[in-house]
């Protein structure tokens, strides 16, 4: 079983993710209800659970103000937001885990399962880079948190080559001809790319960056060199959008 307290201010919202909880995920036993940041704290510190449900938007002290009340966070936090897409944005950029409201069971399912497969609890650099583009100052982060097997990696946006399907995993292929992969789908790893505006989507499997490339071979839809000398095949239907960050 997972111990787990839920930390929300609206009662509807604590009866609701319980329900959820109770139908969908039998494996989860909640320890705790609270209805303030403060009440949450307490039976932090006193319960000891692996898993916390946090509201970010609490009076008096919100979601992201409790945590850095706590000198070491040593369980899994699943965020529960009705924040904007921008927002969702940063979450997924940290690769920390959210719900937004109003919670569906199949979302939740995908969460708490990501929970149990977690080898190590969220970092004070995560929350700091979530925390940071909430606040509308992520741009001053230069780092991709990429989700792996044992946790995460922080990668400097400008070491990443190029990106490449392969199921529901992506490798990362890297200035330092490391290669990571990634427990997330090619389409999640693009919307964590967003961001930074050298990187593009050249074909299904492939996602590049443009600093990179070395040359462009003309074809249907042609194939590009990267500057490690892998080749990267381009989707006709993504030719001409690449062709004009060359032109």
Known sequence: MIRAILIDDELNSI???SILLANYCPEVEIIDKCMSAKKGLEAIESLKPELVFLDIEMPIMNGFELLEQIKQINFCIIFTTSYDQYAIRAFQFSALDYLLKPIGPKELVNA???VQSQKSFPSAEQLNMLMGRIKNEGRSFTKVAVPTAEGFELIPSEEIIFCEATDNYTYFFLKSKEKIIA????KEIETRLND???FIRVHHSYIINLNEVKKYVRGDGGYLV???GATVN????RKDALLKWFS
């Open 234 to 237: 381009v989707s006709r239907n």
């Open 112 to 114: 708490v399962s990501k």
């Open 226 to 228: 990267m500057c490690n």
């Open 15 to 17: 009866e609701t993710l």
């Open 183 to 186: 427990c997330r789908t090619l």
């Open 196 to 198: 930074f505006e050298f």
